[in-house]
């Protein structure tokens, strides 16, 4: 197994859905976690437990993503109370879905906000932290590669930029031993895009292998590149998304 024993992991958005799993899944990898969450407390103290009952230290903070402060403060409370971080998973994001005479400035604003400076700040923020190398790791969604519906123009600009973000910084953060990839997952069996939702069997019909992922499945590629097999994959995107842009 793709071992990360005694490494440090900060998972923003990491209450449920994907984040949850990649938590828990870094955690049975051998990884202390630190997650954030925005509002549900009681999801991000169950998937500490879940940490906790893996041999590995927990910690749910509290942050809004759009807040540059929250965020480097989530950051610099990682390294303060677990001496380090080494990989960084951008999982936190807000999704807006509505025709463009319905977004205005403060979807807009918002939208980039979380889904785009977050990453950046919290990248910014980690990297002089980042002993002997480090992982940073983005996720995006498979509406970047394909926008198979109306509604997504802003969600789709927000999770493309993350392209441009993860290039420029495995370039940058390379001679560091840093590498820097981007996740695009497909059609994920969550509560935000359930498998058995009205839209689902419509959604189902885009991918290639014709169903849903669950959140694990995405967490399995997240995990491989938070370890060691690694080392030689920097500035990738990544997807995981059943064949949906195929």
């Known amino acids: 197994m793709n071992k990360i024993e005694g ?5 923003t958005g990491g209450s449920r859905g994907i984040g949850a ?14 997650l954030t969450y925005e509002n549900d407390e009681d999801s991000a ?33 990682t390294v303060e109370e677990f001496g380090g971080i080494d990989v960084l998973v ?12 319905e977004l205005g400035p403060e979807e807009f604003d918002r939208t980039v906000a979380v889904n785009v ?13 980042m002993r ?22 802003l ?8 392209v441009g973000l993860t290039k420029g910084l495995a370039r940058e953060l390379g001679p560091r031993g840093i590498t820097v990839n981007l996740v695009h997952p497909g059609p994920t069996d969550t509560a935000a895009n359930p498998a058995d939702g009205p839209m689902a069997d419509v959604i189902r019909s885009f991918t290639a292998l014709g169903h849903y992922a669950t959140a694990d499945d995405i967490a399995a590629t997240v995990s491989h590149l938070a370890g060691p097999d690694s080392r030689y994959t920097t500035g990738a995107v990544i997807n995981v998304d059943g064949g949906f842009a195929a």
């Open 45 to 77: 103290a169950s998937v500490v437990g879940r940490v906790e009952a893996a041999g590995r230290r927990g910690l749910a903070v509290r942050t809004d993503s759009a807040d540059v402060d929250a965020v480097t403060g989530v950051v610099e409370r």
């Open 7 to 11: 490494k440090v992991a900060l998972v």
């Open 155 to 162: 969600y789709a600009m927000s999770k493309t930029a993350l």
């Open 132 to 153: 002997g190398g480090g992982r940073i790791i983005s996720i995006g969604s498979n509406m970047a590669e394909r926008a198979a519906f109306p509604g997504f123009s």
């Open 90 to 101: 951008n999982n936190a994001a807000v999704f807006h879905f509505a025709p463009l005479e």
């Open 21 to 34: 799993a990649v938590a828990v899944r870094l955690a049975r990898q051998g990884a202390d976690v630190v």
């Open 117 to 129: 400076r977050a990453p950046f700040v919290a990248a910014r923020a980690a990297v002089p932290h």
